[in-house]
Each structure stands twice: as C-alpha cells, then as structure tokens.
C-alpha cells in the first residue's frame, strides 16, 4: 500500500473511531481471540453500551460478558428449559462448544454496538 493511501485509511479509522467515542455511554474495547469468527476476529475493535438490567437482553444479540473467570464475547441464546435463570452463551466459531451459564454468574453484560475491523487487503 503506498503511503498517501495509509493515510487516508488511517484518517478513516481515526474519524470513524472519534464518532463513536463522541457517545457518552459506549466503550471501545479491543477483541482478544477468534471465538466470535468471522464476524469478530482478533484484534477488531468493538463499541459496547452496559446493560443493566438483565430482563432486557436481546437474544441472538453479541454482548461482552464479564463474569468471575472470563470476560468473553459471545453471542447471548435463550435457554429454553430454563429461561429464568440461565442462558447461553455461543460463540459463532464453530470450533467452541456452547456454555450454559447462570445469569447470576454475570457480573456485567455490553451489548457490542459496532464492530470495527481494519485489516490490510491483499494485493
């Protein structure tokens, strides 16, 4: 890539990243790991909002999970025996089992609001 296109992309992802950060309520946190590939892969940057209220989880959706051992990304399913009290947590990397996990075991949960992925093309 020749320097004048370099900066244009990284004037892009400066403008893109400065738009959201202008949001009060969102967080830039950086993804660690390939559990949520290909729409999340390692090093992608994702906006998140914390959720407050466990009753308003919108099943399917991609939150950041904070729990005693883990701060994880992954995509919350509803646990149909159960709905109450647990839920799922899937990762769209087909290689990583689903965790049935009890909703007081989250300490904290994000909804991922963008996912910004910036990786060189090959020419």
Excluded: C
């Excluded at 320097?3 to 309520?25: G, H, K």
């Excluded at 839920?87 to 910004?116: G, Q, R």
Aim: zero cysteines; glycine letters at 4%.
């Amino acid at each position: 890539m020749n320097p004048s296109i370099n900066m244009i992309v990284s004037n892009l992802e400066t403008r893109a990243m400065q738009s959201v950060a202008s949001r009060s309520d969102l967080q830039v946190v950086r993804a660690n790991g390939d559990s949520m590939a290909p729409g999340i892969n390692d090093g992608d940057r994702v906006t998140i909002r914390r959720v407050t209220d466990m009753e308003e989880i919108l099943y399917g959706q991609i939150y950041l999970v904070v729990t005693n051992n883990y701060t994880m990304l992954k995509r919350v399913k509803r646990y149909a025996q159960d709905e109450a009290n647990y839920v799922i947590l899937h990762s769209d990397n087909p290689n990583y089992d689903d965790m049935k996990t009890h909703k007081s075991k989250i300490l904290a949960l994000y909804l991922v609001e963008h996912v910004f992925s910036f990786r060189t093309l090959a020419q």
